[in-house]
């Protein structure tokens, strides 16, 4: 029998999956939790075979949940959930340890299989394809992106927001003109010429997906 410890921050997706993963054979859910320093405990003390984890929360908190949990329970083996089977869920997955990636739009057979083939210490994540993967995201500028720290990222998430850069300053606690400095540094290392572009260039890579297009063109127009 499989012992899973399952970690998802929406209540009813949670209730839902833990619903649906109890009956089938051959696994048993030990954890399931929606908050982040809830599940590391419970990892840390029940230590079960495999964990789950919805790494598609923002800012990558999902993924830190991750990383805590492997930290604790090296002996654990991750799979993690994310919205879309993407380039950047697939490399985040697998620096961070995950032995498989499911998407949350397969049915729940394909986790119940990843969870079995996992516990057996098959990893289904190719080293191939993550290095294709890292390779695309290079050329689109998205491990640029991930390099950032969480102060640029959450400068770049309110700037397609549409948020002026006064707005920016106040909500990330900086002067007005370190803001400014700031975002040059940015529109440099992404080789871009003002702020227009590296709005929607950063829309493009669907980073913050929640953000519409109508949105990013506001935020563009700050003088």
Do not use: W
Request: charged share 25%; with cysteine; net charge positive.
């Amino acid at each position: 029998m499989v012992s899973i410890a399952v970690c998802e921050q929406q209540e009813m997706v949670r209730e839902a999956l833990v619903k649906a993963i109890a009956p089938l054979k051959g696994v048993t859910v030990l954890v399931a939790e929606n908050d982040g320093e809830s599940f590391v405990k419970a990892v840390q003390q029940h230590k079960p075979q495999v964990m789950v984890v919805d790494v598609a929360h923002a800012n990558g908190a999902g993924l830190d949940v991750a990383r805590r949990a492997k930290a604790v329970h090296g002996a654990g083996k991750v799979v993690t959930l994310v919205d879309d089977e993407s380039d950047a869920a697939l490399v985040n997955s697998y620096e961070l340890g995950a032995s498989a990636v499911v998407s949350k739009r397969r049915p729940v057979r394909d986790l119940h299989q990843a969870v079995l083939d996992v516990a057996s210490n098959v990893n289904t994540i190719n080293p191939v394809a993550v290095r294709n993967a890292k390779r695309r995201l290079e050329e689109h500028g998205h491990m640029a992106l991930t390099r950032l720290d969480a102060t640029d990222r959450k400068m770049l998430e309110l700037l397609i927001r549409g948020c002026t850069d006064r707005q920016i300053a106040s909500s990330v606690y900086l002067s007005l003109q370190t803001v400014r400095n700031r975002m040059s540094r940015l529109l440099q290392k992404f080789h871009l010429d003002n702020r227009t572009q590296l709005a929607l260039h950063i829309e493009r890579l669907g980073v913050f997906d929640d953000v519409s297009s109508s949105r990013t063109l506001v935020a563009a127009a700050d003088k």
